[in-house]
T-cell receptor, first 113, second 112 residues
């Protein structure tokens, strides 16, 4: 989706932190999401943040939202080889249905042992 | 509890044929949405249904249609299949108006 942009690829070493970035364009977005997709599988909801929040932490995951710059990031602490997957940022927009999501093209995370 | 289930998992069709994909939402979820994911891209929104009514439609031709049944399951129909319809078709469900969407594993449709 051209309205949500992500870098294509990120490589980290096992045990390091990973930071995946996303920019969106719609200031009326209500929720912003991070999904994980492993090969041959559907999308797994990792976490989400409401647009009036700045930060959300859930175990190894930290989401930061900068509304002024329309920037969203996902930090994965102590990255493991099982975290290797494609990560999608998504926003829910008003006007296209309450729960219609617009996705970025995904960031492929490669974790090296 | 069972997650979102989709059937079939894989399907091969030829150009011009018709296809029906099925989705059962998580128990208690009343909303179902359909997405198309072409290889190497993020999912694209096709339809959203809530309480059996269409609540949103993405930028897809009229060859694509859907419906939701009284038990909240849903079907996606695609007529006059084109090569470009080859994709992973994902179904997602959510409970109410603002809850996040949970996805199934998808139906991989190949058009020959």
């Amino acid at each position: 989706g051209e309205d949500v942009e992500q870098s294509l690829f990120l490589s980290v070493r096992e045990g390091d932190s990973s930071v995946i970035n996303c920019t969106y364009t719609d200031s009326s977005s209500t929720y912003l999401y991070w999904y994980k997709q492993e090969p041959g599988a559907g999308l797994q909801l990792l976490t989400y943040i409401f647009s009036n929040m700045d930060m959300k932490q859930d175990q190894r995951l930290t989401v930061l939202l900068n509304k002024k710059d329309k920037h969203l990031s996902l930090r994965i602490a102590d990255t493991q080889t099982g975290d290797s997957a494609i990560y999608f940022c998504a926003e829910s927009k008003k006007g296209t249905g309450r729960r219609a999501l617009t996705f970025g093209s995904g960031t492929r995370l490669q974790v090296q042992p | 509890d069972a997650g979102v289930t989709q059937s079939p998992t894989h399907l091969i069709k030829t150009r011009g044929q018709h296809v029906t994909l099925r989705c059962s939402p998580i128990s208690g979820h009343k909303s179902v949405s359909w997405y198309q994911q072409v290889l190497g891209q993020g999912p694209q929104f096709i339809f959203q249904y809530y309480e059996k009514e269409e609540r949103g439609r993405g930028n897809f031709p009229d060859r694509f249609s859907a419906r939701q049944f009284p038990n909240y399951s849903s079907e996606l129909n695609v007529n006059a299949l084109l090569l470009g319809d080859s994709a992973l078709y994902l179904c997602a469900s959510s409970h109410g108006e603002v809850e996040p969407q949970h996805f199934g594993d998808g139906t991989r449709l190949s058009i020959l």
